[in-house]
């Protein structure tokens, strides 16, 4: 096959990568139909073409030793558990599988842009969608009702659940405030994008997720702590705590519910002594990958009723894969980060597109401590599809940023 063959078959696989991304708030099939799909045409590619790889060889050495190692925690898993360890293997390999495509796709600027744009309709819609369910009682394309835990009420618009909405918001958030600045400030993309942005931030603030709020607003200042943005640092603490303390129902739900005796924090509490039970009958290769909602039972107290995950991705994968697999799974993150916060090129006054993702992988990353991200589909997808945008382009600085782009001035009056 010629490169126009090769050009063709790259096109076709990032449409189906638009598709998805914009399918997956509202269709989870739609969604896994198309990243599976262009799985299968970029690994054609790969193969066919004999390309090179790109990413240093450290990166595919670890995710490939996280892979070994929860293959072989299959080997602890009960008989009757090895089709769903398995399937949990399977499941892994899909999503990192979807990280490297997605880096090798999406490392261009102008493609990462396009994403970008693409994932901010979405979020628009989906927001949309949620505001229609609060006034409503049920969202428009999938009839889910608003959650009433009986706490208050909460807007999850066609997700799951509000944190997992929240999880979206993580990512368009920054996104759509990069985008604000990067483009001319009035023009139609700036004044949506800014829109995009007011309505996340109401949705977000509507789900009433605490793990995301306090996310969010730990990995911004955690941003422009190493940035040395100081002013800025000092503004966004002041505008959190006003957030925090601007009515009843915000302090209620953010402040005074934080104490051990409230229902969510306490039943996580105790997911999280089962699961450290777990941990200490096999720490170091795990129960089997994907075992974990079998294996909870024997482990928990004897009047304990929840079947289900440990709401703490860590703690679940020590769980089911073991300490060095998590070890594993963390490096790239440490790795990447590090490489980005202590950059000596980082300009402080400057907001660019790697910035706006690490705020989201961050927050996401912070969120996933208490919730069960990783082990959802549309969740996990989200994640990997944007933290391989954000590694390909920490680690690839040959690579020329978008095409005319200018860095966001965040003193910009």
């Given at each position: 096959m010629t490169d126009t063959g090769k050009q063709k078959i790259e096109k076709i696989v990032e449409t189906l990568i638009l598709v998805s991304i914009f399918s997956l708030p509202f269709s989870k099939s739609a969604a896994e139909i198309g990243f599976i799909m262009s799985l299968f045409l970029w690994l054609a590619q790969k193969i066919i073409f004999r390309e090179k790889r790109w990413l240093p060889f450290w990166l595919y050495a670890i995710y490939g030793g996280f892979l070994a190692l929860t293959l072989f925690s299959i080997l602890q898993a009960a008989p009757e558990e090895l089709r769903d360890s398995l399937r949990g293997f399977l499941k892994w390999l899909k999503y990192i599988s979807v990280f490297f495509m997605t880096a090798d796709i999406f490392r261009n600027g102008t493609a990462s842009r396009k994403l970008i744009y693409v994932f901010l309709v979405s979020c628009f819609l989906l927001s949309l969608n949620g505001f229609y369910q609060m006034v409503t009682g049920q969202d428009l394309l999938t009839h889910h009702s608003i959650d009433i835990p009986g706490r208050l009420v909460r807007m999850r618009s066609t997700l799951g659940s509000p944190n997992g909405l929240a999880a979206f918001y993580l990512f368009s958030i920054p996104l759509s405030f990069w985008v604000w600045?990067?483009?001319?400030?009035?023009?139609?993309?700036?004044?949506?994008?800014?829109?995009?942005?007011?309505?996340?931030?109401?949705?977000?603030?509507?789900?009433?997720?605490?793990?995301?709020?306090?996310?969010?607003?730990?990995?911004?200042?955690?941003?422009?702590?190493?940035?040395?943005?100081?002013?800025?640092?000092?503004?966004?603490?002041?505008?959190?705590?006003?957030?925090?303390?601007?009515?009843?129902?915000?302090?209620?739900?953010?402040?005074?519910?934080?104490?051990?005796?409230?229902?969510?924090?306490?039943?996580?509490?105790?997911?999280?002594?089962?699961?450290?039970?777990?941990?200490?009958?096999?720490?170091?290769?795990?129960?089997?990958?994907?075992?974990?909602?079998?294996?909870?039972?024997?482990?928990?107290?004897?009047?304990?009723?929840?079947?289900?995950?440990?709401?703490?991705?860590?703690?679940?994968?020590?769980?089911?894969?073991?300490?060095?697999?998590?070890?594993?799974?963390?490096?790239?993150?440490?790795?990447?980060?590090?490489?980005?916060?202590?950059?000596?090129?980082?300009?402080?006054?400057?907001?660019?597109?790697?910035?706006?993702?690490?705020?989201?992988?961050?927050?996401?990353?912070?969120?996933?401590?208490?919730?069960?991200?990783f082990y959802a589909l549309q969740l996990a997808y989200l994640f990997w599809i944007f933290w391989a945008i954000f590694a390909s382009q920490v680690l690839d600085k040959k690579n020329p940023p978008f095409p005319n782009e200018r860095a966001g001035n965040l003193n910009h009056g």
């Open positions: 600045l990067n483009e001319k400030y009035w023009s139609k993309i700036a004044f949506f994008s800014l829109i995009v942005c007011a309505l996340s931030t109401v949705g977000l603030g509507l789900t009433l997720s605490r793990a995301a709020v306090f996310s969010l607003i730990m990995a911004a200042l955690l941003f422009f702590l190493f940035k040395k943005n100081y002013r800025i640092l000092l503004a966004s603490i002041a505008v959190s705590a006003l957030f925090l303390v601007s009515s009843p129902m915000v302090r209620d739900n953010f402040l005074n519910s934080l104490d051990v005796h409230d229902e969510t924090i306490g039943e996580r509490l105790s997911f999280w002594k089962t699961s450290w039970r777990m941990i200490q009958a096999q720490p170091f290769f795990g129960h089997g990958v994907n075992t974990y909602f079998q294996n909870f039972p024997k482990f928990a107290a004897s009047d304990e009723s929840y079947r289900g995950y440990a709401h703490n991705c860590y703690l679940q994968m020590w769980c089911e894969v073991g300490v060095f697999g998590l070890v594993l799974f963390l490096i790239p993150f440490v790795l990447i980060f590090s490489k980005y916060l202590f950059a000596k090129e980082s300009k402080p006054k400057n907001f660019s597109r790697e910035d706006a993702l690490f705020i989201g992988t961050a927050a996401f990353l912070m969120q996933a401590f208490f919730d069960t991200h």
